[in-house]
């Protein structure tokens, strides 16, 4: 699970952000990691924010045993973050302005923080506890202080929780049955609306409500991964990345390679989108379903000269989490 993020987030990396068919004209299909010029331009996995807030958490979580929100919302505040999304850097601002962190984030249904809630798992794996569920919300809030993004971060922590108890891969409707019945509830009745394409003014309710509709009506009607981000865009707004995840896990699920590359090439925020699927695809299959040069050519850097501290990480984690 931890490794499917960092992978994720690394082959999208330097491409990310392009509209598919830009990219695809630029690099083909992409299904490796692409020359990075922050490694030398050399072909290997480089990380962004996803993957460095995401083994922050991890980090926060080993030391502590738990989640201590403020000592969290410090280390992402005080911590070089590359490519630091418009939410995060607010969260940052109002934090260093002297705001509590219950106050400091943003309310945004961007999705920053879906993509680093995987390990708050983590130390429930063999402890199961209800306090999971307050943990994801919170560790949502930090940063992301809003209906959607909780909502988003609790079902998709369900999600991978169920994933990494059971082998069996899912059926297409199990994705969206289950991040139903979990987010809806906690959303509730809250109002967001596309911010472009076919819905563009037709739609206003719940994120979860569209997410779960548009995703089951994009694979009735046999639809691609980018015909299907068309339909509902695939950016950084979570009313756009969730239907993707879930379309994407719904459809290719069973074959982790390709689930992942769908979300690279097929999407717009590709790096994140492609570390969200990485989690999941990653909790289902294990590290070993992924081509070996994904993970041998991970620099595991978190920040400008620690290669390997990522690949610490999670043997630590294995080791206080799952023995």
Excluded at 86 to 115: D, T
Aim: charged share 20%.
């Amino acid at each position: 699970m931890l490794l499917g993020t960092a992978i994720g987030d690394g082959l999208g990396n330097t491409s990310e952000g392009m509209l598919p068919v830009h990219r695809h004209e630029r690099h083909g299909r992409i299904d490796s990691y692409l020359p990075n010029r922050y490694a030398g331009f050399e072909a290997v996995g480089v990380p962004t924010d996803d993957t460095q807030l995401t083994f922050w958490l991890v980090e926060h979580l080993l030391e502590h045993g738990r989640l201590v929100p403020e000592q969290l919302a410090s280390i992402f505040a005080s911590r070089q973050i590359f490519g630091m999304g418009s939410s995060v850097r607010e969260f940052c601002r109002n934090l260093k302005a002297g705001m509590p962190w219950q106050e400091a984030g943003a309310h945004s249904a961007g999705n920053g923080a879906l993509m680093r809630i995987a390990p708050v798992i983590g130390p429930y794996v063999r402890k199961p506890s209800p306090q999971l569920w307050e943990d994801a919300a919170v560790c949502s809030a930090i940063t992301h202080n809003d209906p959607g993004s909780i909502a988003c971060c609790v079902g998709y922590v369900s999600l991978l929780s169920d994933l990494l108890a059971d082998d069996a891969v899912p059926a297409a409707d199990w994705w969206i049955d289950t991040f139903e019945r979990v987010a809806a509830p906690v959303e509730g009745e809250i109002e967001y609306s596309p911010r472009g394409g076919p819905y563009f003014g037709r739609y206003n309710g719940p994120l979860t409500a569209f997410t779960v509709r548009e995703v089951r009506k994009g694979l009735e009607d046999g639809l691609q991964t980018i015909e299907f981000g068309e339909r509902v865009y695939s950016g950084a707004f979570l009313m756009e990345t969730m239907p993707m995840v879930l379309f994407i896990l719904a459809k290719y699920g069973a074959d982790p390679e390709q689930a992942v590359l769908e979300a690279v090439n097929g999407t717009k925020d590709n790096d994140t989108i492609a570390a969200i699927v990485g989690a999941a695809a990653g909790a289902l299959h294990g590290a070993n379903a992924s081509p070996r040069e994904w993970i041998t050519q991970l620099t595991g850097r978190l920040g400008i000269d620690d290669d390997g501290h990522l690949f610490q990480l999670t043997d630590a984690a294995i080791e206080a989490w799952l023995n």
